[in-house]
T-cell receptor, first 111, second 114 residues
């Protein structure tokens, strides 16, 4: 079945540690996206990538980094510079003229 | 700055009621408006609207876009408890160099009680 796989589902980290969230898709989509969702805030765009080896900052990129070395993979690193990293993170992908397809998300808790 | 505003933010109805969810927007380089349903995890796609005045329908759900007044509505008739979810509205815009991104509203939380 085609889809987007995010792992892990739940992640717990101590403050000051970097952590990487995985996102893999087998939909052959060129574009991939990372969103953050907080209660009452809707989805906010962190980074997006339209093609391999290229990515752009979204609205809230500070404290995050990404890479796009392969079409299928778009990992997100939450660095210690992110002031409030506890949130629900959603990865998405899309093809030309098609809506975004989302993964099931990773819930990150930093204490 | 692109803006998408949904109303109401939350809504409680009884099974069988009809509900209307609203989404207004102020964006540059509009391309499309999308509705998603989010229960516990991944938002699932409902509709994508690009043209004014053409209703899209899927079962008890329907949606329409007004590009002159810059809003869309999502209607759900004969609501069921399984319709309880957060409904997200997103507007797709062209953001330069051929790229495209979505700006989301905060969502409307719908609760349907038996």
């Amino acid at each position: 079945d085609g889809g987007i796989t995010q792992s892990p589902k739940y992640l717990f980290r101590k403050e000051g540690q970097n952590v990487t969230l995985s996102c893999e898709q087998n939909l052959n989509h060129d574009a991939m996206y990372w969103y953050r969702q907080d209660p009452g805030q809707g989805l906010r765009l962190i980074y997006y990538s339209q093609i391999v080896n290229d990515f752009q900052k979204g609205d809230i990129a500070e404290g995050y980094s990404v890479s796009r070395e392969k079409k299928e993979s778009f990992p997100l690193t939450v660095t210690s510079a992110q002031k409030n990293p506890t949130a629900f993170y959603l990865c998405a992908s899309s093809g030309p003229n098609s809506p975004l397809h989302f993964g099931n998300g990773t819930r990150l808790t930093v204490t | 700055e692109d803006k998408v505003v949904q109303s109401p933010l939350s809504l409680v109805v009884h099974e069988g009621d009809t509900v209307t969810l609203n989404c207004s927007y102020e964006v540059t380089n509009f391309r499309s408006l999308l509705w998603y349903k989010q229960e516990k995890k991944a938002p699932t796609f409902l509709f994508m609207l690009t043209s004014s005045g053409i209703e899209k329908k899927s079962g008890r759900l329907s949606s329409i876009l007004d590009k002159k007044e810059l809003f869309s509505i999502l209607n759900i008739t004969a609501t069921q408890t399984g319709d309880s979810a957060v409904y997200l509205c997103a507007v797709g815009v062209y953001s330069g160099a051929g790229s495209y991104q979505l700006t989301f509203g905060k969502g409307t939380k719908l609760s349907v009680i038996p």
